[in-house]
């Protein structure tokens, strides 16, 4: 099984700066597409920013140009800078990954969800 745990949520005020970390843990044979979600009270959970192994990200329109979304493949972690924070950025943000774990001599698919972490955006 793989675990993802993140860390580095908090208050900030409108304008601020957070970054968030994720980190998978586990018998992890291979991790695909790793990436960050956010749900707001009363809201679906959507998609914020995601990164492939290779590098290639893809961002939510409204946080284009002030997230970034970067990723360490040595140790399995995944990182979102967000600048320029604004009150509607407030949500429970969760860290997902695809892949591939080690499973009796074999492999197996796998997706995972962390347990999420709160950014809150407030004067």
């Known amino acids: 099984q793989v675990h993802l745990v993140e860390s580095g949520g908090g208050l900030v005020q409108p304008g601020g700066s957070l970054r968030l970390s994720c980190a998978a843990s586990?018998?992890?044979?291979?991790?695909?597409?790793m990436g960050w979600y956010r749900q707001a009270p009363g809201a679906q959970r959507e998609l914020v920013a995601t990164?492939?192994?290779?590098?290639?990200?893809n961002y939510a329109d409204s946080v284009k140009g002030r997230f970034t979304i970067s990723r360490d493949n040595a140790n399995n972690t995944i990182y979102l800078q967000m600048n320029s924070l604004k009150p509607e950025d407030t949500a429970n943000y969760y860290c997902?990954?695809?892949?591939?774990?080690?499973?009796?001599?074999?492999?197996?698919?796998?997706?995972?969800w962390g347990q999420g972490t709160q950014v809150t955006v407030s004067s």
């Open positions: 990164i492939t192994h290779g590098g290639s990200t």
């Open positions: 586990g018998t992890i044979f291979a991790i695909n597409t």
């Open positions: 997902n990954a695809n892949g591939q774990y080690i499973y009796a001599f074999n492999w197996r698919d796998f997706v995972s």
